[in-house]
């Protein structure tokens, strides 16, 4: 824990110091930030004894990919990969350090309550993907214990529609190797499980295993949802279960419950 929060305490020190460097043009500041992300995220993945297989070969700037969502630790595990920001709620933005952490990468901020937030938000991704970075989204709009993959919502699917932009995807899964520190409940993250009481659960894992499957094409559409319902066939076929679905209804987690309401955390 005394790692984990030293590394990020120093990359947000270097984040705040090459700000100055907006002074030489924000593509030099950019270039920056993914560089100190990207090591951040490396050196978070050995701290909590991330070990990371990787199938097919990660998109190259510019794009935008999708994936699906289960846990915080998707984050830096798709930044050991990725040269790109992601899209979140509003409310992350609020997190103490995190949230704070959050803005200093550039992550664009959707207000869900506020339907008319999703033209401001499409215009953004339009904004954002360029030669040097691309955008990861989460459409499933929640995290989960990964026994499945939730349908993919296609409000933030408007951009490429309307631009033909081919839309990338990718999957990813835990493995705990350990039955008393079960993947879908110590390192998924979802239920009811505040986020500083699963972290601490999660660091007693001395080590896991992630595996991001990349999909071979990326994928084309006119219509926002038949591309959400697309990418959502296609993810599903590469997705590998963290957890059988019944397992989930029988976890001795109290927040364990496939029909529990999603963290108000999660990012979108």
């Not at 989460?138 to 349908?151: D, L, R, V």
């Not at 529609?161 to 079960?182: C, E, K, M, Q």
Request: hydrophobic residues 45%; glycine residues 6%.
């Amino acid at each position: 824990m005394i790692l984990f929060l030293a590394v990020t305490f120093s990359a947000i020190s270097l984040l705040l110091a090459g700000l100055l460097l907006r002074l030489l043009g924000a593509a030099v500041f950019e270039r920056w930030r993914i560089a100190v992300v990207q090591g951040w995220a490396r050196l978070i993945a050995r701290v909590i004894g991330m070990h990371i297989t990787v199938i097919g070969t990660p998109p190259k700037p510019p794009f935008l990919l999708v994936s699906n969502h289960l846990s915080y630790v998707d984050i830096p595990l798709l930044f050991t990969r990725l040269r790109g920001i992601f899209i979140a709620k509003r409310e992350v933005s609020s997190w103490p350090l995190l949230g704070y952490a959050a803005r200093l990468i550039n992550t664009l901020f959707i207000d869900r309550k506020n339907h008319r937030d999703l033209n401001r938000v499409n215009r953004l991704i339009a904004a954002h993907i360029n030669p040097r970075q691309g955008v990861i989204l989460f459409p499933e709009g929640t995290s989960s214990p990964g026994a499945e993959i939730k349908p993919f919502r296609p409000s933030l699917l408007q951009y490429p529609a309307d631009a033909g932009l081919p839309v990338h995807y990718a999957t990813i899964s835990y493995r705990s190797g350990n039955p008393a520190y079960p993947a879908h409940t110590k390192i998924c993250w979802w239920g009811g499980m505040t986020f500083g009481d699963h972290l601490f659960e999660m660091f007693k894992i001395r080590q896991f295993e992630a595996t991001i499957v990349f999909g071979s094409q990326p994928i084309a559409h006119r219509d926002r949802k038949q591309l959400a319902a697309l990418l959502w066939a296609s993810a599903r076929q590469s997705f590998i279960p963290v957890v059988n679905l019944e397992e989930t209804c029988t976890t001795d987690n109290p927040s364990s419950s496939t029909t529990s309401k999603p963290l108000s955390r999660e990012l979108t």
